[in-house]
């Protein structure tokens, strides 16, 4: 089954052509020839860009040499209003002290301590949607976004989405979606780090307003730390955390920008997926009941964490749409250093982008790339292919600290939906994805949802 994939372009744009087409969505602004390309080469005016899909090429950047290719900072320009100098966009020694003290709360152990509240967000989940159940199709990716919302303050903060403080910064965030492409002006411009980087006002404003709630939170939390009443969640594990080299642990407004990239990286991204996921099931009825029967026997009554290890089927799904969906579609590093690749100079400060999304469905890597097909995670081909091509989180030392959460969330949350529901497409055309802040279908997702008998 061939799901949707967004139209590539056809020859060769203008400069400012090319610019309003990729500001639009990164995937359908490029050529058809990124999905067997080993190496692509870019010039356009003041960047000079090389993407590279050679495993060989992307280890090199992301494994092997990850200190002679920092993110680049003509990425960081769009997100900084609403990120600061958290550890998504920072680099260099910011970045190793973010890390060592970030990265003990997501240990695997720890990770076993948020499945109730992941748990909790699911059942919230599947009640909202009960509601909407019936003839009348629901737009599924913004109850997604509800849902991973939920669980990012549950685990985060130990507080459901409808608290006041979450749901305000919740809204806030879909009006910064909705004012800010992933790339502005300023990611094609060689600009100086004092100029203002042309953020639109409502966009600045959407930032502010989430920035000055999770204040509160955190002004909150250290308050119940201090007075020794916080709940043991990741906020709490964070916030007393030190970091082993100088002692310090994060300030409050350290600390807002680590809330604003969990709640961008652990909400934003996880509901593409999850979106994604639902309406691939959605087409094919057959794996969406042994989904829903693998749900039904595995979590029970009362599931524990032991659980979301036997739910495979449906890890294999989620598994697939992240192959073909990957939330972050394109990384970008810069070059700090002059380098060679595959015989061509790669000059300081030239962009080197690795693209999951070229990569999760090359075709010198994958069998029938553009298929959804989970049954290929059982397999060792698919295996093979995976070490090759399959990066939804990054690589290396600054591979995604929350995989780990994401596997655990996904799934669970998925088997939960299609245990309730049966899922069916909406009529009407198919779903066309395009990158926005992450991967989204350009006019949402809309699928019909009907109760299963229990």
Same mark, same amino acid.
């Given at each position: ?286 794996? #969406?009941? =042994?989904? &829903? ?6 979590? /029970?009554? *009362? !599931?524990?964490?032991? $659980? ?107 088997? #939960?939906? =299609?245990? &309730? ?6 009529? /009407?055309? *198919? !779903?066309?994805?395009? $990158? ?19």
């Amino acid at each position: 089954m061939l799901p949707p994939k967004p139209a590539s372009r056809d020859g060769r744009f203008a400069f400012w052509r090319y610019l309003r087409a990729f500001r639009r969505d990164i995937l359908s602004a490029n050529p058809e020839r990124l999905y067997r390309a080993k190496m692509a080469e870019f010039r356009l005016p003041f960047l000079h860009t090389f993407l590279t899909n050679e495993p060989a090429l992307w280890r090199r950047v992301l494994i092997e040499d990850p200190a002679d290719f920092p993110k680049s900072p003509r990425m960081a320009a769009g997100l900084e209003p609403l990120l600061g100098q958290g550890v998504f966009l920072s680099n260099g020694a910011l970045w190793q002290r973010q890390r060592r003290i970030i990265d003990p709360a997501f240990e695997g152990g720890r990770l076993r301590d948020t499945f109730p509240a992941m748990l909790a967000a699911g059942q919230a989940a599947v009640a909202r949607l009960g509601a909407l159940a019936g003839d009348t199709p629901v737009e599924i990716e913004a109850q997604m976004s509800h849902a991973t919302a939920d669980v990012i303050f549950r685990t985060l903060f130990s507080v459901p989405i409808e608290d006041a403080v979450a749901s305000g910064v919740y809204a806030a965030f879909r009006d910064y979606q909705r004012t800010q492409p992933l790339l502005n002006l300023a990611a094609f411009l060689p600009l100086p780090r004092w100029m203002p980087r042309f953020h639109r006002r409502t966009t600045r404003r959407a930032a502010r307003r989430i920035r000055d709630q999770i204040r509160q939170l955190v002004k909150a939390r250290r308050i119940a730390i201090a007075e020794g009443r916080a709940p043991d969640d990741l906020a709490t594990k964070i916030m007393t955390m030190a970091d082993p080299l100088d002692g310090r642990g994060f300030d409050d407004d350290e600390m807002v920008d680590q809330v604003a990239v969990f709640f961008l990286a652990g909400h934003e991204t996880s509901a593409s997926v999850l979106g994604w996921a639902l309406y691939l099931l959605a087409l094919d009825p057959e794996l #969406q009941e =042994a989904v &829903a029967q693998e749900a039904a026997s595995v979590l /029970g009554a *009362a !599931p524990d964490f032991g $659980a979301v290890s036997r739910l495979k089927q449906a890890r294999d799904v989620f598994r697939e749409a992240l192959r073909l969906y990957p939330p972050v579609p394109m990384m970008v590093r810069e070059a700090g250093c002059p380098v060679t690749f595959r015989g061509r100079r790669v000059g300081k400060g030239a962009q080197v982008v690795i693209s999951p999304w070229h990569l999760g469905r090359h075709q010198d890597i994958w069998d029938a790339p553009d298929a959804f097909c989970p049954a290929r995670w059982q397999s060792a081909e698919g295996r093979a292919a995976a070490r090759d091509g399959f990066i939804p989180f990054s690589a290396g030392p600054r591979a995604c600290p929350g995989a780990g959460f994401a596997m655990i969330e996904g799934p669970l949350m998925l088997a #939960q939906i =299609a245990r &309730a529901f049966r899922i069916t497409p909406a009529p /009407g055309p *198919a !779903p066309v994805p395009v $990158a926005q802040l992450t991967v989204r279908a350009r006019d949402g997702i809309r699928l019909t949802l009907a109760l299963r008998d229990r």
